[in-house]
């Protein structure tokens, strides 16, 4: 079993930057390929950034891609998502997800029933 604990959301205004953290407990961290995904009221939940198991690689959805980083501390069992330049529509409750020695790519592409673990998500609100 993998817990994982979301924090780091809140309410900011248009433009400004939020860091969400995720602290994992459990098996092994590093053996995880890990994902940010978010889910705003009546939407389905959607991919926003995924990292390797090793933190080599990443990849982002279109939508975040150039105003996010995602990235992991595998000493402090934590991985990051540093948004800059929030939008209204960023906003929706984020949550990251595990699954195990999975790249990023694919941890983008994969159905969300296949991810291992899943956090139970901290609300980012992004005011106009």
């Known amino acids: 079993q993998v817990q994982l604990v979301e924090s780091g959301g809140g309410l900011v205004q248009a433009g400004g930057s939020l860091r969400l953290s995720c602290a994992a407990s459990g098996r092994t961290f590093s053996d995880y390929g890990m994902g940010w995904f978010r889910q705003a009221p009546g939407k389905e939940r959607e991919f926003v950034a995924a990292i390797s198991w090793s933190g080599v690689s990443t990849y982002y959805a279109n939508s975040v891609k150039g105003r996010s980083t995602i990235s992991r501390d595998n000493a402090k069992n934590t991985l990051y998502l540093q948004m800059n330049s929030l939008k209204p529509e960023d906003t929706a409750v984020y949550y990251c997800?595990?699954?195990?020695?999975?790249?990023?790519?694919?941890?983008?592409?994969?159905?969300?029933?296949?991810?291992?673990?899943w956090g139970q998500g901290t609300q980012v609100t992004v005011s106009s």
């Open positions: 997800a595990a699954k195990w020695q999975t790249g990023s790519s694919a941890i983008a592409r994969i159905p969300l029933s296949d991810l291992d673990y």
